[in-house]
């Protein structure tokens, strides 16, 4: 029931950074926890980052600690993710989800991310 739109993707060179948005509509209502995952070329689709409603809980893919920062915006209905020192091998298309439950129920259609050596 929600509809999720991601931008802020684009070409970065390495060691740039890129700040990610995730608006949501529809059920914004709803207390969901929201995440990123991306998909690099003839890769599986792998977890990046997740937050709760709250903002109080949040957690990393180990590959990302420490370089990426997910947040949410007061209003609770648009997700952030703060990509910094980034790496070619973080090319990918990056898709915001959101889960009412204990499955993410709803994806955008993702932003590609472009990093170029």
């Known amino acids: 029931q929600v509809q999720l739109v991601e931008s802020g993707g684009g070409l970065v060179q390495a060691g740039g950074s890129l700040r990610l948005s995730c608006a949501a509509s529809g059920r914004t209502f709803s207390r969901y926890t929201m995440a990123w995952f991306r998909q690099a070329p003839g890769k599986e689709r792998e977890f990046v980052a997740r937050?709760?409603?709250?903002?109080?809980?949040?957690y990393y893919a180990d590959s990302v600690k420490g370089r990426f920062t997910i947040s949410r915006g007061s209003a609770k209905n648009t997700g952030y993710l703060q990509m910094n020192s980034l790496k070619p091998e973080n090319t990918a298309v990056y898709s915001c989800?959101?889960?009412?439950?204990?499955?993410?129920?709803?994806w955008g259609q993702g932003t590609q991310v472009t990093v170029s050596s």
């Open positions: 937050i709760s409603w709250s903002g109080d809980s949040v």
């Open positions: 989800a959101v889960a009412f439950g204990s499955s993410y129920n709803c």
